[in-house]
């Protein structure tokens, strides 16, 4: 059964902080992507990964990087969090393909920044 | 930045009842995906559409995919209360091939009252 886990279910941070969140999968996927999530804008793509120490900005790459050193692992890092980072993050997984593969989630991240 | 709008963005129904849920944009997608996100769970796939026009069935859910390929909808009959939670279409941009990123529409909030 195919797997995405993220370090915390709930994390609450205090501007100024680094905050790292975390994320593995264990299905050799080559792509990786990190979402927030707000009430009426759907998902928007912060960064994705399509291999080791790769990378590319989605979105609203703005107070975020990545990190992905493990083709398993892929983090994501608030440099100083701010309040406008307080927000639902969502991290998933897809293969290589010919067509658009299914991208597989994680549970999310609900991090509130006072 | 190409945008996915769906509507309406809340629906509160009673058990039995059927329903549409539209996804629009000015833009062409190579394919287009609906998810559907239940309370404290990250999304997860539906259904993937991938010719203009084309339809797919999933039980008491019928997509379709428009035949210019700037839209979707889905539509579902005597809705159960086990169909609640937030419905995301997602497209990949472009003409055809495989980007592997997605663009996620606004999502689609419904609530089956038993």
């Known amino acids: 059964d195919v797997k995405v886990t993220q370090s915390s279910r709930y994390l609450v941070k205090r501007t100024g902080e680094k905050v790292f969140l975390e994320c593995v999968q264990d299905?050799?996927?080559?792509?990786m992507f990190w979402y927030r999530q707000d009430p009426g804008l759907g998902l928007r793509l912060i960064y994705f990964?399509?291999?080791?120490?790769?990378?590319e900005k989605g979105d609203i790459p703005e107070g975020y990087s990545v990190s992905r050193e493990k083709k398993e692992r892929f983090s994501l890092i608030l440099e100083s969090a701010s309040t406008n980072q307080t927000s639902m993050y969502l991290c998933?997984?897809?293969?290589?393909?010919?067509?658009?593969?299914?991208?597989?989630f994680g549970p999310g991240t609900r991090l509130t920044v006072l | 930045t190409q945008l996915l709008e769906q509507s309406p963005q809340f629906l509160s129904i009673q058990e039995g009842e059927n329903l549409t849920v539209y996804c629009n944009s000015s833009?062409?997608?190579?394919?287009l995906q609906w998810y559907r996100q239940e309370p404290g769970e990250g999304p997860v796939l539906l259904v993937t559409?991938?010719?203009?026009?084309e339809v797919k069935k999933l039980k008491r859910l019928t997509f379709q995919f428009g035949d210019a390929r700037k839209d979707s909808s889905l539509h579902i009959t005597a809705a159960q209360p086990g169909d609640t939670g937030l419905y995301l279409c997602?497209?990949?941009?472009?003409?055809?091939?495989?980007?592997?990123?997605?663009?996620f529409g606004t999502g689609t909030l419904l609530a089956v009252q038993p």
């Open positions: 998933a997984s897809s293969g290589t393909g010919t067509r658009t593969d299914t991208q597989y």
């Open positions: 299905m050799d996927h080559e792509n």
């Open positions: 990964s399509y291999d080791v120490k790769m990378k």
């Open positions: 833009s062409v997608f190579s394919s």
């Open positions: 559409v991938v010719t203009g026009g």
């Open positions: 997602a497209g990949e941009p472009g003409y055809g091939g495989a980007t592997n990123k997605l663009i």
